[in-house]
């Protein structure tokens, strides 16, 4: 990304290619605009606007520096603050993981189902997920999965109870046979070979998938 900032003193000092900018600061009264991008190394992370409404500015190098350097100190210090809210987060989600730990070890047989509909539920709140499944393989078949505990507050598209692995999602269920964890931040880098996955999770209204495949007694 570049480092240079852009200057408009007046509305004339935009070229014939950013007509359609010039037009939009004309309709909101804009008069003069100083935009500095914020670098964290080499990576563009944001950029800060001064903007002059009453009249028309005159952004000198000096002013440009020293609005550089204050940009700078507030990529800092937003650095530090996403840095100290993932370390709260990460010790916040190990509690919760030890107290879940301790409330299984001892929980009775009948309750187990609503122990785990309330573990789904409270890690989906403490990492922000808006839905969660517990498929158990159908036994005889490598293809074939019945929905067991679902949280799902917000609603959506029904789910089946029992689906055909192979017919819906054939690409993770062949990541699944391989012991792999599908883990996909946006439906749209999913792999070419996982276009029919990708069509039921959008769907299904899903944008981001993780699925870890479960083990019991080696199987």
């Not at 002013?63 to 937003?78: P, S, T």
């Not at 078949?141 to 598209?157: I, M």
Request: charged letters at 25%.
């Amino acid at each position: 990304a570049s480092d240079q900032a852009v200057r408009v003193e007046s509305l004339a000092d935009y070229p014939p290619e950013a007509e359609r900018e010039r037009r939009y600061w004309d309709a909101n009264g804009l008069k003069s605009a100083l935009v500095i991008p914020l670098l964290s190394g080499k990576r563009l992370v944001g950029c800060c606007s001064l903007l002059a409404v009453r009249r028309e500015r005159s952004w000198t190098n000096e002013l440009v520096q020293r609005l550089r350097l204050a940009g700078e100190m507030f990529v800092h210090a937003l650095g530090r603050k996403q840095q100290e809210n993932a370390r709260s987060d990460e010790l916040k989600f190990e509690m919760l993981l030890s107290e879940l730990s301790s409330r299984f070890i001892n929980l009775p047989a009948a309750e187990v189902d609503r122990g785990i509909e309330e573990a789904q539920r409270r890690v989906c709140e403490c990492l922000g997920f808006e839905l969660s499944t517990l498929w158990r393989w159908s036994a005889g078949t490598r293809r074939f999965f019945t929905l067991t505990h679902l949280y799902r507050p917000l609603g959506g598209p029904p789910l089946p109870d029992r689906i055909d692995a192979q017919e819906m999602f054939p690409w993770c269920l062949q990541q699944l046979l391989s012991g792999k964890v599908v883990a996909v931040s946006s439906a749209d880098d999913a792999p070419p070979e996982a276009a029919r996955d990708r069509e039921v999770w959008r769907q299904y209204g899903v944008k981001s998938v993780l699925t870890i495949p479960l083990s019991a007694g080696g199987g």
